[in-house]
Structures are given as structure tokens and as C-alpha cells.
């Protein structure tokens, strides 16, 4: 397939961008108004942070991560489904695609607080009360959102763990705080940004 010059456009990046923010604003604001505790995780949490030192430093995603509490689902389906979201089970993960032309691509994927992810992990999810205020949302604490990509530890974790450390949010000091294992991993990308 060809793909002429003139299929590329600002106008089109830029409109991915706003509706990962749009999705993430309604999404919030269904679980705020109905009064479900909530973080946002993932790239989008990591954006905020980067974004609070350097905003020329941020990474666009293009999913959003929320982290909720599994006894809150029935809430969580009912406040998302009300703005326009459509539950769906993907590989074991409770997704919310937007609308009926949605994609996994862009949905809404549900973390659960205090339960691993994958059996694997060194520890559990953070809990929705290690929250800070973003301009628009609440995001993960710095040091839970840390945790988390240091469980994870999949490329764009990594990644994303070096955005946080390339603007000075972590530093050398911050492997002390950790478990044994995530220390180990942070310690590697502080010695080995590259690698």
C-alpha cells in the first residue's frame, strides 16, 4: 500500500491527541460525579508528571489507564457506559471502548487496586488513595506510578520511567525506597539510560 505525503498532517496528530484528552476527561468525570475513587495511570499519568517539569518532554499515548478498586466495577460500568463507553473483557483485562466504533487501541483500560497485574509481579497495584490532583484529574502519586512501571517493566515502561528521570522527578536517590527487585531494575536505566 502506498501512502501519498499529502496523508500526513498536523491537523491529524493533533486530533489523535485531544481525543486521548477528551477520553480521559469524560472518563474521569463520570467516575467523579459519581463518586468512585479513581487514579490515572499508565502513559497518561507519567505525561502528567513529566508535564509539571518540562512540557516539551511529554509523550503523547494513546489508551487510557485508570486504576479503580475491583468492588467498585458495577459503578465503574455503569458511571462509563453512562458517557458514551462500552464495556468489553479483553485477554483477562476490563477495557471500556469509546462508543460502538471503538477500538482496544483507544479505550479505557481498568486497573485494579491491590492486585497484581500479572502473578509475576513484585507486588500489587497501588490503591486509589495514592493520588495527587492533575489540572483535570487525579493521577497516581509519583512513587506508586514508579511501583508500577517497575513492575510492569515492558519497553514503554521503561521508557517512561527514563522521561521521569531524564526531567529530574527521580533520581539517584530513589532505589533505596524500593523493593529489592524494582530497585534493581530502576538502578540499571540510572546506570544504563541507553541500555
Same mark, same amino acid.
Given at each position: 500500500?502506498?501512502?501519498?505525503?499529502?496523508?500526513? !498532517?498536523?491537523?491529524?496528530?493533533?486530533?489523535?491527541?485531544?481525543?486521548?484528552?477528551?477520553?480521559?476527561?469524560?472518563?474521569?468525570?463520570?467516575?467523579?460525579?459519581?463518586? #468512585?475513587?479513581?487514579?490515572?495511570?499508565?502513559?497518561?499519568?507519567?505525561?502528567?508528571?513529566?508535564?509539571?517539569?518540562?512540557?516539551?518532554?511529554?509523550?503523547?499515548?494513546?489508551?487510557?489507564?485508570?486504576?479503580?478498586?475491583? !468492588?467498585?466495577?458495577?459503578?465503574?460500568?455503569?458511571?462509563?457506559?453512562?458517557?458514551?463507553?462500552?464495556?468489553?473483557?479483553?485477554?483477562?483485562?476490563?477495557?471500556?471502548?469509546?462508543?460502538?466504533?471503538?477500538?482496544?487501541?483507544?479505550?479505557?483500560?481498568?486497573?485494579?487496586?491491590?492486585?497484581?497485574?500479572?502473578?509475576?509481579?513484585?507486588?500489587?497495584?497501588?490503591?486509589?488513595?495514592?493520588?495527587?490532583?492533575?489540572?483535570?484529574?487525579?493521577?497516581?502519586?509519583?512513587?506508586?506510578?514508579?511501583?508500577?512501571?517497575?513492575?510492569?517493566?515492558?519497553?514503554?515502561?521503561?521508557?517512561? #520511567?527514563?522521561?521521569?528521570?531524564?526531567?529530574?522527578? #527521580?533520581?539517584?536517590?530513589?532505589?533505596?525506597?524500593?523493593?529489592?527487585?524494582?530497585?534493581?531494575?530502576?538502578?540499571?536505566?540510572?546506570?544504563?539510560?541507553?541500555?
Amino acid at each position: 500500500m502506498s501512502i501519498e505525503l499529502n496523508d500526513f !498532517s498536523w491537523e491529524r496528530m493533533i486530533e489523535a491527541v485531544e481525543a486521548v484528552r477528551e477520553r480521559a476527561l469524560r472518563a474521569t468525570a463520570a467516575l467523579r460525579e459519581a463518586g #468512585i475513587p479513581y487514579a490515572v495511570a499508565g502513559g497518561n499519568a507519567v505525561a502528567a508528571w513529566v508535564a509539571r517539569v518540562d512540557r516539551a518532554a511529554v509523550r503523547n499515548t494513546q489508551d487510557v489507564d485508570i486504576l479503580v478498586r475491583r !468492588s467498585d466495577f458495577d459503578a465503574v460500568k455503569l458511571a462509563l457506559e453512562a458517557v458514551g463507553f462500552e464495556h468489553h473483557e479483553l485477554m483477562g483485562v476490563d477495557c471500556f471502548f469509546d462508543g460502538p466504533d471503538g477500538s482496544p487501541r483507544d479505550a479505557v483500560h481498568l486497573l485494579y487496586a491491590g492486585e497484581k497485574v500479572r502473578a509475576s509481579y513484585a507486588a500489587p497495584s497501588a490503591d486509589v488513595t495514592e493520588v495527587e490532583s492533575a489540572d483535570e484529574y487525579d493521577v497516581l502519586s509519583l512513587e506508586a506510578l514508579l511501583r508500577m512501571k517497575l513492575n510492569s517493566f515492558r519497553d514503554k515502561d521503561r521508557m517512561h #520511567i527514563r522521561d521521569m528521570l531524564d526531567v529530574g522527578l #527521580i533520581d539517584q536517590t530513589w532505589p533505596a525506597r524500593l523493593l529489592p527487585e524494582h530497585a534493581k531494575r530502576l538502578q540499571e536505566l540510572i546506570d544504563d539510560p541507553d541500555g
